[in-house]
């Protein structure tokens, strides 16, 4: 049993939680509308759940489902007599029974999980009008996606083995699923922050917050996106891609710098070539504001599966072609094995070379070459995906750009080859 200093200590709490969601009910509650539980029954409910769950720590367990049982049967009756008087809701009714566990649990040692259930429940009782809102506002292709990228995230990846299987041991189901995960994640995502933010906006931070994860899956995303968006609007897409493919070089310098910081310090002046590059080509193309009609949203599907699924294939063959080549070439062959590794990820090679320079196997220079290599291969790489899956429109707009960008970042690997 608790201390009695304890006891004070866990009644407040529990209080303190009740007290914050009757202020809330009665703070919502319209004229007209039946009150059932407020200010001053919200706590009593909760200090309620918290002396059951006292007496059912004593040894005394009959007492909280009995008390459970009597708060359920007066809730049941406050909700048949408000039905009766026309008031159809049970929110209120609901969360007294919520209000009850929360403080049993409080009894039972679990202050913090119920103190922050609470805290949650009364922030989607305090955003009533906002979620409506939202629910009017979705459209029957929106919820689809969402149930479809449930299905791929929540219970279809947790059960593919994360093992390795087939020839040289690098086909992980888990991982390649995965990178489905990321591409409907991009596009879902993306979707969202262009009907909050406008194309222009929602777009950027896409690919800024993207590219952080896989410049790749980014480009491969947007890209479907740009095919099914109007041509006017392929300079904002492309703006993503290109703001995703920047902070690609910039990934690659902070993991070689966790592995190797002395290789890390080396790359930082090549770099800059691709990277002044890409930022030079993102300020030009956020410059370029199309007319408000030129802005508006017209993406049809939040998320194409079937795309993403492919891509995942693509993504597990270049996994093979890249292991084989390092199979056959080894360490001898690092670039051709940093050329080829990059056109799936840059950060395998990145972290392969960087631990091979640390370990003093590979000098610095050759190790550096090969990551920016890497590099400049996935830049091919993704203009490709990009001119193939965007269409004629971003074509135009993104080839020059990546042109220029992966010339750049082949500069910059025959600078730190030669360093």
Request: glycine share 10%; hydrophobic share 55%.
């Given at each position: 049993?608790?201390?009695?200093?304890?006891?004070?200590?866990?009644?407040?709490?529990?209080?303190?939680?009740?007290?914050?969601?009757?202020?809330?009910?009665?703070?919502?509650?319209?004229?007209?509308?039946?009150?059932?539980?407020?200010?001053?029954?919200?706590?009593?409910?909760?200090?309620?759940?918290?002396?059951?769950?006292?007496?059912?720590?004593?040894?005394?367990?009959?007492?909280?489902?009995?008390?459970?049982?009597?708060?359920?049967?007066?809730?049941?009756?406050?909700?048949?007599?408000?039905?009766?008087?026309?008031?159809?809701?049970?929110?209120?009714?609901?969360?007294?029974?919520?209000?009850?566990?929360?403080?049993?649990?409080?009894?039972?040692?679990?202050?913090?999980?119920?103190?922050?259930?609470?805290?949650?429940?009364?922030?989607?009782?305090?955003?009533?009008?906002?979620?409506?809102?939202?629910?009017?506002?979705?459209?029957?292709?929106?919820?689809?996606?969402?149930?479809?990228?449930?299905?791929?995230?929540?219970?279809?990846?947790?059960?593919?083995?994360?093992?390795?299987?087939?020839?040289?041991?690098?086909?992980?189901?888990?991982?390649?699923?995965?990178?489905?995960?990321?591409?409907?994640?991009?596009?879902?995502?993306?979707?969202?922050?262009?009907?909050?933010?406008?194309?222009?906006?929602?777009?950027?931070?896409?690919?800024?917050?993207?590219?952080?994860?896989?410049?790749?899956?980014?480009?491969?995303?947007?890209?479907?996106?740009?095919?099914?968006?109007?041509?006017?609007?392929?300079?904002?897409?492309?703006?993503?891609?290109?703001?995703?493919?920047?902070?690609?070089?910039?990934?690659?310098?902070?993991?070689?710098?966790?592995?190797?910081?002395?290789?890390?310090?080396?790359?930082?002046?090549?770099?800059?070539?691709?990277?002044?590059?890409?930022?030079?080509?993102?300020?030009?193309?956020?410059?370029?504001?199309?007319?408000?009609?030129?802005?508006?949203?017209?993406?049809?599907?939040?998320?194409?599966?079937?795309?993403?699924?492919k891509f995942g294939?693509?993504?597990?063959?270049?996994?093979?072609?890249?292991?084989?080549?390092?199979?056959?070439?080894?360490?001898?062959?690092?670039?051709?094995?940093?050329?080829i590794s990059g056109?799936?990820?840059?950060?395998?090679?990145?972290?392969?070379?960087?631990?091979?320079?640390?370990?003093?196997?590979?000098?610095?220079?050759?190790?550096?070459?090969?990551?920016?290599?890497?590099?400049?291969?996935?830049?091919?790489?993704?203009?490709?995906?990009?001119?193939?899956?965007?269409?004629?429109?971003?074509?135009?707009?993104?080839?020059?750009?990546?042109?220029?960008?992966?010339?750049?970042?082949?500069?910059?690997?025959?600078i730190a080859a030669?360093?």
């Open positions: 049993m608790p201390t009695y200093p304890q006891i004070a200590w866990q009644g407040a709490m529990a209080l303190l939680m009740g007290l914050l969601i009757g202020l809330e009910r009665e703070h919502s509650q319209r004229e007209n509308e039946p009150l059932f539980a407020g200010v001053r029954t919200f706590p009593l409910i909760v200090l309620c759940g918290y002396l059951s769950g006292l007496l059912t720590k004593a040894g005394f367990a009959w007492v909280l489902p009995v008390a459970l049982a009597g708060t359920c049967a007066i809730v049941v009756a406050a909700y048949i007599a408000s039905a009766d008087g026309g008031h159809k809701g049970a929110t209120t009714e609901f969360v007294a029974i919520l209000a009850f566990i929360f403080g049993a649990l409080t009894a039972l040692g679990f202050i913090i999980p119920a103190a922050t259930f609470a805290v949650v429940t009364t922030l989607l009782l305090s955003i009533k009008a906002p979620l409506h809102h939202l629910a009017q506002r979705i459209r029957e292709e929106e919820l689809y996606a969402v149930l479809k990228f449930g299905i791929v995230s929540v219970i279809v990846l947790p059960l593919l083995p994360n093992r390795t299987y087939g020839p040289f041991q690098v086909l992980n189901p888990r991982i390649i699923w995965w990178m489905v995960v990321l591409i409907s994640a991009v596009s879902m995502v993306g979707y969202v922050l262009m009907r909050l933010l406008g194309a222009r906006q929602g777009v950027a931070v896409t690919g800024a917050l993207g590219g952080l994860a896989s410049s790749t899956a980014v480009t491969f995303g947007l890209s479907q996106k740009a095919r099914e968006a109007a041509d006017a609007l392929a300079k904002y897409f492309a703006l993503g891609i290109v703001i995703a493919s920047t902070i690609m070089f910039f990934r690659q310098l902070l993991l070689t710098f966790v592995i190797d910081p002395g290789l890390a310090r080396t790359l930082i002046l090549p770099a800059i070539l691709p990277v002044a590059i890409g930022i030079a080509a993102g300020i030009y193309l956020w410059r370029q504001r199309g007319s408000e009609q030129e802005a508006a949203l017209q993406v049809k599907n939040p998320m194409e599966l079937w795309s993403a699924i294939l693509l993504f597990a063959a270049v996994l093979l072609v890249s292991r084989a080549a390092y199979q056959y070439f080894g360490a001898s062959g690092i670039y051709a094995a940093g050329a056109m799936a990820d840059v950060d395998a090679i990145t972290i392969s070379a960087a631990g091979l320079s640390q370990q003093g196997v590979l000098a610095r220079n050759t190790a550096g070459a090969a990551i920016l290599l890497a590099g400049a291969m996935n830049t091919l790489v993704k203009g490709g995906i990009a001119a193939v899956v965007g269409g004629p429109a971003l074509r135009r707009v993104i080839l020059p750009i990546f042109a220029a960008m992966a010339l750049g970042a082949v500069a910059a690997c025959i030669r360093a």
